[in-house]
């Protein structure tokens, strides 16, 4: 990594608003405590305004602007893969969102990039996806936002089919498939909704609230167990 770009990552690393000790940030840029301590002396000199000290950590002031740096060509690939990812994978309304995003960081290239951006080599054919499990995600995401409770019909592996109301808390994407991960009023626990099996879902209209023990959190901690 070339210096001026490791002084952009400290710069941006302790934008975060959290303090960070010189051993985290010599982890993340593969560097010795020493170099970090001289780069951001260097920042410093400059004019970033860096509070903290060495074995406490640092922190940037929120007030300061971080000017733009071009992308890596690395960097590059990786928006490439992200965005196509959300086209293929996500809903119509997310997917041009990508499509017009990429566009605008076209737009701003230097050439050398522009042909880089040009030669995709990951891509994400769509043409194998079941439709039921693409069409609900926007919905599903307003839901989210909103914390608008679902009213839906879901059909299990065995083919039987049960009425559920449910508090939708996040979308996960497994490589193979969508689920809604929720609370389930009907059985008073978290379940785990895979998108092809959900039929009918409609917004019941009532705000569910954010409670303790049924949050997005409380989800994530119980399906890993």
């Given at each position: 990594?070339?210096r ?22 010599a ?11 001289r780069d ?8 970033a ?22 992308f890596?060509e690395?960097?590059l ?7 196509g990812?959300?086209r293929?994978?996500a ?5 041009r969102?990508?499509?017009t ?5 076209a737009a ?19 043409f194998?996806?079941?439709a039921?499990m693409?069409?609900?995600?926007g919905?599903?995401?307003?839901a ?10 879901y059909?299990r592996?065995?083919?039987?089919t049960?009425a559920?109301t449910?508090w939708p808390?996040?979308l996960?994407y ?21 998108l092809?099996?959900m039929?009918?879902?409609?917004d019941?209209?009532a705000?569910?609230?954010?409670q ?6 409380d ?7």
């Amino acid at each position: 990594m070339r210096r001026a770009e490791r002084l952009y990552q400290i710069a941006l690393l302790l934008s975060r608003g959290e303090l960070t000790t010189a051993r985290e940030l010599a982890q993340v840029l593969e560097v010795c405590e020493r170099t970090i301590y001289r780069d951001i002396a260097e920042l410093v000199a400059t004019g970033a305004p860096i509070d903290g000290e060495a074995g406490l950590g640092y922190l940037m002031r929120s007030n300061y602007k971080i000017p733009p740096l071009m992308f890596s060509e690395t960097e590059l690939q990786a928006l490439l893969i992200g965005t196509g990812f959300v086209r293929s994978w996500a809903d119509p309304e997310l997917g041009r969102a990508a499509q017009t995003a990429m566009a605008k960081v076209a737009a701003v290239l230097p050439e050398s990039l522009r042909l880089a951006a040009q030669r995709r080599t990951v891509l994400f054919p769509d043409f194998h996806l079941p439709a039921g499990m693409i069409e609900p995600i926007g919905m599903l995401r307003v839901a989210i936002g909103t914390r608008h409770a679902l009213s839906i019909d879901y059909q299990r592996a065995d083919g039987a089919t049960s009425a559920r109301t449910v508090w939708p808390l996040g979308l996960f994407y497994w490589g193979e498939s969508w689920t809604l991960g929720a609370w389930c009023e009907l059985r008073q626990d978290f379940r785990t909704f895979r998108l092809e099996r959900m039929q009918n879902i409609r917004d019941t209209g009532a705000s569910f609230p954010d409670q303790s023990g049924r949050r997005l959190q409380d989800y994530v901690a119980a399906v890993s167990e």
